[in-house]
């Protein structure tokens, strides 16, 4: 797809007067600055804003619980019992899982160490895993120390996928490459899908398919990636995958997250698990004492292990709701293509040599996320952007991350964080 764009701010407005997802700025709280006017928000890749229909659904909740109380496990509007089984299917649509592949429960790190429990069973010959540098530091504890857990050292163990020298992303190739010469002894290969720091879209269905054709375990963290690029998890093949719901699924801060595993593992109730009573049987669940026997439930739901965390799953629903009412993931994908890459087009007509977007050029290497590296005094010129409304982090030691995303932001904040920052 070739975009023909321009730097006038005409251009940018008739954008946003023809784009048919405008209206889903309105379902969101924007935050407002010192006067009283909408921060520029890049920051739906750290936390997304709160959509408006979220306030009635934890409303509801609260309401539930004063007027039901225990009585609202089974009799509130929505039952408390099977509250998760409302996020099942919206949450498999994003993901592109079946159903019966996905769970949402606990927290991201929580659950990559769950996954981790049931598919890393190192052995003899198979006991390394495989991840990308630099991940994110929660990833790296927790698959560093599940391999102490086993007894083994990360410095034998955990193998990492660099970029080239002078390079600022991963190769697919190269990640190819390291799992063919390690085919042997590789258990699992992790890859954060959009890599949190350059925004990297890695091939997930390439790395996948090198990675089972040596029967490899192969697992994902999706924490960038859900609600930001497309995923077919269930037809790529992945094992296993794990992700947060608070950066662009908008559901708030530490909410709850999703699990997704393969249908050909979810249905295999003889996989190793640390368990909960809310992976059991729902039949024999309530016979609590008198059921010391621990029957999991035959889909990802054999994983759940407590009873679902209410206040955080009700505005997961009401951010869900809102990913279908705009369509699912096709339609914001073309418009967070066309929005990202109005970004960089506008950084690239500026040719300003301050920066450098390390971010890959092209739209299928990439999520909306750009990662700017600044040459020169990279914290005054975050607080440059501060001071002038925009809401974008900073990553040590010299890296902006703007995320312009479909759903809220508008081609007009675009250009405005455009020229913020390209002016002297
Ligand atoms: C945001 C993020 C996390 C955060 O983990 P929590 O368990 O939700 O606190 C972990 N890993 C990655 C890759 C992330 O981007």
Redesign the pocket.
């Known amino acids: 797809m070739t975009m023909t764009f321009s730097a006038d701010e005409d251009f940018a407005l008739r954008l946003d007067s023809e784009d048919p997802l405008r209206p889903f700025r309105d379902k969101f709280h924007l935050p407002l600055d010192g006067n009283g006017r909408p921060l520029i928000y890049f920051a739906g890749?750290?936390l997304g804003l709160m959509p408006k229909a979220a306030r009635q659904l934890v409303e509801q909740e609260l309401a539930d619980w004063a007027s039901l109380a225990v009585d609202a496990h089974l009799g509130a509007t929505t039952p408390w019992y099977s509250y998760h089984e409302t996020l099942r299917e919206p949450m498999a649509r994003l993901v592109g899982a079946k159903p019966n592949e996905v769970i949402c429960m606990n927290?991201?790190?929580?659950?990559?160490h769950l996954m981790m429990a049931t598919f890393y069973r190192p052995g003899k010959e198979r006991f390394k895993i495989l991840m990308e540098d630099p991940?994110?530091?929660?990833?790296t504890y927790?698959i560093k120390t599940q391999i102490i857990h086993h007894g083994l050292d990360p410095k034998d163990a955990l193998l990492l996928a660099r970029p080239r020298k002078g390079e600022f992303t991963v190769r697919t190739e190269d990640i190819v490459e390291l799992i063919q010469r390690n085919a042997d002894t590789l258990a699992v290969v992790l890859i954060?899908a959009v890599?949190?720091f350059t925004g990297e879209l890695f091939d997930i269905p390439a790395i996948t398919a090198a990675a089972r054709k040596h029967g490899i375990t192969m697992g994902v963290?999706l924490?960038?990636a859900a609600g930001n690029v497309p995923l077919s998890l269930h037809d790529w093949n992945v094992d296993f995958a794990?992700w947060?719901s608070?950066?662009y699924l908008n559901s708030g801060p530490?909410a709850v997250?999703g699990a997704f595993v393969h249908e050909r593992h979810a249905t295999n109730t003889q996989l190793p698990r640390l368990a909960g009573w809310f992976g059991n049987d729902p039949n024999t669940r309530f016979r609590l004492h008198l059921e010391p026997e621990f029957i999991p439930v035959a889909s990802a739901d054999g994983w759940q292990i407590s009873n679902p965390p209410i206040f955080s799953m009700a505005p997961l629903r009401a951010s869900l709701a809102v990913f279908d009412e705009a369509g699912g993931m096709e339609p914001l994908r073309a418009k967070s293509e066309r929005l990202t890459g109005y970004l960089q087009f506008l950084l690239e007509e500026a040719g300003s040599n301050r920066f450098t977007v390390i971010t890959p050029r092209e739209p299928g290497g990439r999520g909306c996320q750009l990662s700017i590296l600044s040459h020169e005094h990279p914290k005054e010129l975050h607080k440059k952007l501060e001071a002038a409304g925009v809401k974008a982090d900073f990553r040590e030691p010299n890296v902006i991350r703007a995320a312009p995303t479909p759903l809220y932001n508008s081609f007009h904040d675009v250009w405005r964080f455009a020229r913020i920052l390209t002016e002297h």
């Open positions: 890749n750290s927290s991201l790190t929580v659950n990559l991940a994110f530091p929660s990833d927790a954060g890599n949190f963290d924490a960038h794990v947060c608070y950066k530490g997250a």
